[in-house]
Structure formats: C-alpha cells, structure tokens
C-alpha cells in the first residue's frame, strides 16, 4: 500500500498543468453561460451555452500575458453549444477571457 501510494504522487506532478484562469461576461440581456478550459500548457477554451428561447450573438476574446489577443465569434441558436479554442505561442500564466453576449 505505501509503494502504491509513492507511486501515485510520482506521477501527480506529470498530470498537473493547470493555470489560473479569468473569465469576465456581458450578457446584455442574453441568457448565455460560459466556462472556460485548460486544454493544454499553451491551449486555452471557452464553451458557451445559450439556455435561453432568442438566438444570441457571442464574442470571446482570449488574453495570454504579452501576446496579441485573439478573438472567437459564434452565433447561438436557442438551447445551441459553441465551443471556441486558442493555441497560443508560449505557455499559459494566466488565461483572461471576455465574452460579450447581445440577443439578436
């Protein structure tokens, strides 16, 4: 059981890449909700729910320190998903993401 246990916390830091992550919404009215992702060390994701019954147009743009910000842009039927992904040049620090939600 103790070699069990070495083993697992050997391969914990392996698995470990997690960065903090922002996320800033208007929804202006929209009934949108959004989560971000850690997908990799330098690939950062948004997805975008709209729950409500009005199609909904949806911005999201996605900061990483230095780099230039890049921006996503979707628009939601009623009870649609959009998934939006970034890959940027380095590692993430600190992943900030604005999304800006209006109702068509």
């Known amino acids: 059981m103790k ?3 070495l083993v697992l916390l050997t391969l914990l830091p ?28 330098n690939i950062g994701g ?7 019954a009005a ?5 999201a743009v996605f900061r990483n320190g230095p780099e230039a910000p890049r921006t996503r ?11 939006f992904t970034v ?3 380095r590692n993430i620090i600190k992943l ?3 999304v800006t939600c209006e109702p068509k």
């Open 73 to 83: 842009s979707a628009e939601l039927k009623a009870g649609d998903t959009a998934n």
């Open 3 to 5: 070699n069990c246990c």
């Open 14 to 41: 392996l698995t470990a890449f997690a960065y903090p992550t922002e996320l800033k919404k208007q929804m202006n009215g929209a009934e949108v909700s959004a989560t971000v992702q850690e997908i990799d060390s």
């Open 87 to 89: 890959r940027f040049a």
């Open 96 to 98: 900030r993401v604005d």
């Open 55 to 59: 199609d909904a147009k949806c911005k």
């Open 46 to 52: 948004a997805t975008l729910y709209n729950y409500g």
